[in-house]
């Protein structure tokens, strides 16, 4: 079953912050974080495996929350690169039954 | 280079004439899928393989077929493509440890007209 995403979109001014949300039905073991560009290949940004994990690099950062089987993605003082689709991921690993949430467009404007 | 390589990138065809995607990596992973994606559907996964001779089905397996004779490869066979296929195709590649992300490809953008 696909995790919901939400929001659908979002629109910021470079600078500000934002935060995008990831929650499944299912029990989450993992959830992994990919940014798209338009026609371009997912970009992995980070994989959370634990309740309650944290992780970030440069201003980007996720939590886990295991008991709530969600996961929220935080972008802090957004670039025009930041600009693209993300999605979050889960499933078993190994790959089988890896379901990607419908993703969450993300506009940075100067 | 550590990639997963696709081909072809675009390809443009009509229905029931049957098509392969080949995929690639040289990264030695045992893990291999396919994703399709949609505007508005996201990536959706079509089969996966765990290794060699070990294959499965995704969540949207109808009217493709895989393979997976050698490690590095994972072609995907659409026998009698359709235009309701037309989409755009990531292959992907992972190894065992969990901490590790899935690779993916370039991506091909396939219309069936």
């Known amino acids: 079953q696909q995790p919901v995403q939400s929001p659908q979109a979002v629109i910021l001014r470079e600078g500000e912050d934002a935060v995008i949300n990831c929650s499944s039905s299912?029990?989450?073991?993992?959830v992994h974080w990919y940014r798209q560009k338009h026609g371009e290949a997912p970009v992995f940004l980070m994989i959370?495996?634990?309740?309650?994990e944290q992780k970030g690099h440069d201003k980007i950062s996720a939590s886990f929350n295991e008991k709530k089987q969600q996961s929220s993605l935080y972008l802090t003082a957004s670039q025009l690169s930041y600009s693209g689709t993300y999605f979050c991921?889960?499933?078993?690993?190994?790959?089988?039954?890896?379901?990607f949430g419908p993703g969450t467009r993300l506009s940075v404007l100067p | 280079e550590a990639q997963v390589t696709q081909n072809p990138r675009y390809l443009i065809t009509v229905t029931g004439k049957k098509l392969t995607v080949t995929c690639s990596q040289n990264?030695?992973?045992?893990?291999m899928s396919w994703y399709r994606q949609d505007p508005g559907l996201g990536l959706r996964q079509i089969y996966y393989?765990?290794?060699?001779?070990?294959?499965d089905k995704g969540d949207v397996p109808e009217g493709y077929k895989v393979s997976r004779k050698e490690k590095r490869n994972f072609p995907l066979i659409l026998e009698s493509p359709s235009p309701n296929q037309t989409s755009l195709y990531f292959c992907?590649?992972?190894?065992?440890?969990?901490?590790?992300?899935?690779?993916f490809g370039d991506g091909t953008r396939l219309s069936i007209l």
């Open positions: 393989s765990m290794n060699v001779e070990v294959t």
């Open positions: 959370l495996l634990k309740g309650g």
């Open positions: 990264m030695n992973h045992e893990y």
């Open positions: 992907a590649s992972s190894s065992t440890d969990s901490n590790q992300p899935q690779h």
């Open positions: 299912k029990a989450l073991y993992s």
């Open positions: 991921g889960t499933g078993n690993w190994g790959g089988q039954n890896f379901v």
